[in-house]
């Protein structure tokens, strides 16, 4: 099947971490940090740390990739998620334990991170890699469509019937199908765009 010019424009475009290793200016920074910053966030937070304890470190974690790309040796997207583990493992035990150094009666802390094992924490990344690629391409499609027909789209994923959902938006037969392939066929492309641009 042949490529539409869209997709052949992402196809031919370097990746965003070959041109993040190379250029390193202020866009390229830009579009990274709008990818990665929610991503390294939901870890955090899957670490079980606090929605402050997490943003005070995905500000560290972002200051440090900035100051390492240069040295990062670009392969492949599951090397990099790696490569961000560590530092995301490494901030958040540094981060501990200057806190632990000012509070000495620590008990409100999370001191399993300081022995959390680096598999582990990858593992955690590799299964919530794709969850979040699929909601970051949603959000980027929706101003493509309109509120309902997304609202519908939604319900329908989350398992409610077609025939329901006409009667509760008054519409004709099928109407719902035509949203959903819609919507799914424009989701598909965008993820793949997502997926290429950080492979």
């Not at 019937?161 to 719902?176: I, R």
Request: aromatic residues 12%; neutral net charge.
């Amino acid at each position: 099947m042949k490529e539409t010019p869209e997709q052949e424009t992402f196809l031919t475009r370097p990746t965003l971490l070959y041109r993040i290793t190379r250029e390193r200016d202020e866009k390229t920074w830009d579009d990274f940090v709008s990818y990665y910053r929610d991503f390294i966030y939901l870890i955090c937070c899957k670490m079980n740390l606090s929605h402050h304890d997490a943003n005070d470190i995905v500000q560290q974690v972002l200051v440090k990739l900035w100051k390492k790309f240069p040295d990062f040796e670009y392969d492949e997207s599951k090397r990099f998620r790696s490569w961000l583990c560590r530092i995301i493992q490494n901030t958040s035990i540094d981060f501990f334990r200057k806190v632990a150094s000012v509070n000495k009666t620590n008990e409100g802390y999370k001191a399993e991170i300081w022995s959390a094992d680096l598999p582990g924490i990858e593992a955690l990344a590799e299964r919530e890699w794709n969850d979040y690629l699929t909601t970051k391409a949603l959000e980027n499609i929706k101003p493509h469509f309109s509120e309902k027909s997304i609202e519908i789209f939604l319900k329908l994923t989350a398992g409610e019937k077609a025939k329901d959902l006409e009667k509760e938006y008054n519409l004709q037969p099928d109407v719902v199908y035509v949203y959903r392939k819609r919507i799914r066929d424009k989701l598909k492309d965008e993820l793949r765009r997502i997926q290429h641009e950080l492979s």
